[in-house]
């Protein structure tokens, strides 16, 4: 079984930029979720999909952020414009069931804006 | 609300030798706690999870931990370090209504040395 894919590993983009992040979650998860890890502090939630809905984007910084789900397989999380704080790792996972916290995770998007 | 302290940001420890890693967390409600492991240039894997059962439970590769509530702790052992158990182990919580947004603690880097 092929786990959570996620491209690119590496992206350096200048600050105004714009940046897409994708991750293919494992075939059959309905639910999908983006964290964050920025430098130097906690990995933290942003959203969770469950198939192409938005369940919860509590977690999202501000609306530079736009996460996309469409036909409910692959996900997209597009960063526009680009600033120096949102240098990070982001990180996808999947997960069949809502509940259990039992989630699936990519290698994660090292994201550095310079 | 939910938080976890992992209280050392590194430990090192020699082959053979036995690892601990410790985790204190708070939880408003009965909380499942899990131990992720990530590897170099991998994903985030998960090595065990206690959700109100047993209060020590056993993971892959030989990792254990004990949910101890009187000391808000869980901490993880292995009685003895392999090389490829470098990595860094990030204690987790979850819990409530939402336990698909967890709360990841700081990280804890594990140097193994020959």
């Known amino acids: 079984e092929a786990g959570v894919t996620q491209f690119p590993s590496h992206s350096v983009i200048e600050k105004g930029q714009t940046v897409t992040l994708r991750c293919d979650p494992i075939s059959g998860h309905d639910n999908l979720y983006w964290y964050r890890r920025v430098m130097g502090k906690e990995i933290k939630f942003l959203l969770h999909?469950?198939?192409?809905?938005?369940?919860?984007e509590s977690g999202m910084p501000n609306n530079r952020f736009l996460a996309e789900r469409t036909g409910g397989t692959y996900s997209t999380l597009k960063v526009q414009p680009a600033e120096l704080e949102d240098s990070g790792v982001y990180f996808c996972a999947s997960s069949q069931e809502r509940r259990g916290g039992f989630l699936y995770f990519g290698p994660g998007t090292r994201l550095t804006v310079t | 609300a939910q938080s976890v302290t992992q209280l050392d940001s590194h430990v090192s420890v020699s082959e053979g030798t036995p690892v601990l890693l410790r985790c204190n967390y708070s939880s408003s409600y009965s909380p499942s706690l899990f131990w992720y492991v990530q590897h170099p240039n991998k994903g985030l894997q998960l090595l065990l999870k206690?959700?109100?059962?047993?209060?020590l439970v056993k993971g892959i590769n030989g990792f254990e931990a004990e949910f101890k509530k009187s000391e808000t702790s869980f901490h993880l052992t292995k009685p003895s370090a392999h090389m490829s158990d470098a990595a860094e182990y990030f204690c987790?919580?979850?819990?409530?209504?939402?336990?698909?947004?967890?709360?990841f603690g700081a990280g804890t880097t594990v140097t193994v040395r020959a």
């Open positions: 999909f469950v198939k192409e809905s938005k369940q919860d």
């Open positions: 206690y959700t109100s059962a047993a209060t």
């Open positions: 987790v919580v979850s819990g409530g209504f939402n336990d698909y947004k967890l709360s």
